[in-house]
């Protein structure tokens, strides 16, 4: 613990004391389970293997500058789990269950929250997985309810910089009426080529456009997309993105603020009406992008001419972790301290 240099800290795996476990058999959850162990016992013929029945969450611990631990809408987590559940046809958690479970691995592991001040938090990864045996494509009979935890850095290694991105239409992440709105595996699968691609050629991620007619913006790989137009903030209307609980956060900060906010369709070449364009997420919370590259035909839209982020991402980006490090009043009740 003593040698982790917080300030320096990658977005990455590294091993914490102890992990929350529990099994759903016979139609129904069991007890919480304490384990140090970072492997699970998996049948080979799990659904979770051959079936795609996986989903997880992102989500994140906060200390503040009064020692306190945070959790930021973990509420909004339990629900996209169950939502991703309901639509693999998986045992869902209860959102009681999800937060004993999101509660007791933070706390066990309370000494790799990182301290405040430094831009490192504690990364929670609930997981979900079809543990049980099948040959035929059907449901499990048999589910994992899975938590860790682990330190983590910005996403982006730029941070809050300005980082170049690149449109890509020779790959689909998900479809219009697939899994795109659910947080499954095989999504983040789908966008692995693309992704991995663009960073071979000097970009940060992948801008994705909709499966169907290759015209709008749909999501930047690990995160999604807004733009803001003077006044307006402007985010991708779509069946097949993830529902960003940051983003539904900053539209209402936006909101909060005086911008009028769009959920719509943003065809390509309105990218160069835009003033600002960002990326957010849980792990990249906003990472303003200064250059978007056309990888077909080559057309360049740049924003950050001053190579800084422009000023309405720069005051949501500030206002959000405010409230999640305890520093801004919480006056949307999206704040959980932990009684530790």
């Known amino acids: ?17 102890y992990n929350v476990r529990c099994y759903w058999k016979d139609g129904k959850w069991g007890e919480l389970e304490i384990s140090s162990s970072e ?8 659904t979770a293997l051959h079936y795609g029945q996986e989903a997880f969450e992102g989500m994140k611990a906060f200390k503040g500058k009064d020692g306190k631990i945070r959790l930021f809408r973990w509420e909004e987590n339990a629900k996209r789990l169950q939502n991703s559940a309901d639509g693999i046809m998986m045992a869902k958690p209860s959102t009681e269950l999800f937060y004993q479970a999101i509660e007791k691995a933070v706390l066990m592991n309370k000494e790799y929250v990182p301290p405040y001040g430094t831009g490192a938090s504690l990364y929670i990864r609930p997981l979900l997985i079809g543990s049980g ?16 935890v682990t330190p983590v850095g910005p996403y982006f290694k730029e941070g809050f910089n300005p980082v170049s991105v690149q449109i890509v239409r020779d790959f689909d992440r998900a479809a219009p009426l697939g899994t795109g ?4 595996g095989g999504n983040y699968a789908a966008s692995l080529q693309a992704g991995v691609r663009a960073h071979q050629e000097g970009y940060a991620a992948s801008l994705f456009l909709d499966a169907k007619e290759k015209e709008y913006i749909d999501e930047a790989g690990p995160a999604n997309f807004f733009g803001i137009k003077g006044n307006t903030y402007v985010t991708p209307k779509s069946t097949s993105i993830l529902p960003s609980i940051t983003n539904k956060s900053i539209v209402t900060l936006a909101e909060d603020m005086g911008l009028k906010v769009e959920r719509r369709q943003i065809p390509v070449e309105e ?26 035909t080559g057309k360049v839209f740049e ?38």
């Not at 709105?181 to 499954?184: D, N």
């Not at 005051?315 to 009043?329: M, S, V």
């Open 1 to 17: 613990m003593n040698n982790i240099k917080w300030e320096e800290l990658p977005f990455g795996y590294r091993k914490t004391n």
């Open 39 to 46: 492997v699970i016992n998996l049948h080979m013929a799990s």
């Open 133 to 148: 045996p099948q040959v035929g494509v059907k449901p499990s009979e048999e589910y994992l309810f899975l938590v860790f």
């Open 181 to 184: 709105t659910y947080k499954v």
């Open 271 to 296: 990218l160069e009406e835009f003033d600002e364009v960002g990326a957010c997420g849980t792990a990249a919370v906003i990472s303003p992008i200064k250059k978007i590259e056309d990888r077909d």
């Open 303 to 340: 924003y950050c001419k001053e190579g800084k982020a422009g000023p309405i991402s720069t005051k949501l980006f500030h206002r959000l972790l405010a409230i999640q490090y305890g520093e801004e009043e919480d006056k949307f009740g999206w704040v959980t301290t932990l009684n530790e």
